[in-house]
């Protein structure tokens, strides 16, 4: 096979597609798409979730004020929801033009939403500033699962979660295929 060369615009960071959860100042919500979501860990046996905000979002200056927010992910049903919190800004006021509902959620101080199926719970412990982003590594406080939805004792099946796959542009995944040791058998 060759390849060619197509440009470092090109690189492939193809992740599933995360509304953030935070609270405004005056204790309205604010909800915004972030997708650069990752995972890395500390000297224990927690992982850090990885996150990074661009430029000057109302989702970044509210993380920098209450170190708390959720991480929802967005299932297929969740895409005209996700479009509208991603092509505005809580800085022009509380995002109400679609009917959404939320809720506190129970391990940090930030606003989770009904509608999505794995909600994750953090904290920012630090937080590395590179140009126009700002990336934080979080302490995960709790991870809610609709509890209509089996966990295996690898992990959760995504085909259940049915995700939003962002890389630029919307996607969905295809089947399971299996875990780690179903294919090598040395
Ligand atoms: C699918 C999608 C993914 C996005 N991912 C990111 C991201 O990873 N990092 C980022 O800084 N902005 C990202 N954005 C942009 C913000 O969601 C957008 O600037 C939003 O209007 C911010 O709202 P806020 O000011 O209420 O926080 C993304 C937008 C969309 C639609």
């Known amino acids: 096979m060759k390849r060619r060369n197509i440009g470092c615009r090109h690189a492939m960071p193809v992740q599933p597609t995360y509304i953030i959860g935070t609270y405004n100042e005056d204790g309205t919500p604010d909800f915004a798409p972030i997708t650069w979501v990752s995972q890395t860990y500390r000297d224990d046996e ?3 979730l990885v996150i990074s ?4 979002k109302k989702t970044k200056q509210n993380v920098h004020r209450t170190k708390q927010f959720t991480v929802n992910l967005v299932s297929r049903d969740m895409l005209e929801l996700v479009d509208y919190f991603g092509s505005t800004s809580g800085k022009n006021g509380p995002k109400t033009a679609l009917l959404y509902s939320f809720s506190c959620a129970p391990f940090v101080c930030a606003p989770a939403l009904d509608q999505s199926r794995w909600v994750c719970e953090c ?4 937080y590395v500033t590179t140009g126009k982003s700002d990336t934080f590594f979080c302490k995960v406080h709790n991870v809610q699962l609709d509890e209509r939805l089996e966990v295996a004792e690898w992990g959760v099946d995504l085909t259940q979660l049915d995700p939003v796959v962002y890389s630029g542009h919307y996607q969905s995944i295809g089947e399971y295929l299996g875990t ?3 294919f090598y058998h040395p």
């Not at 905000?53 to 000057?56: A, C, L, R, S």
């Not at 904290?123 to 630090?126: A, K, R």
């Open 46 to 48: 927690e992982p850090l």
């Open 180 to 182: 780690i040791g179903d």
């Open 53 to 56: 905000m661009w430029g000057t």
């Open 123 to 126: 904290e920012v412990l630090q």
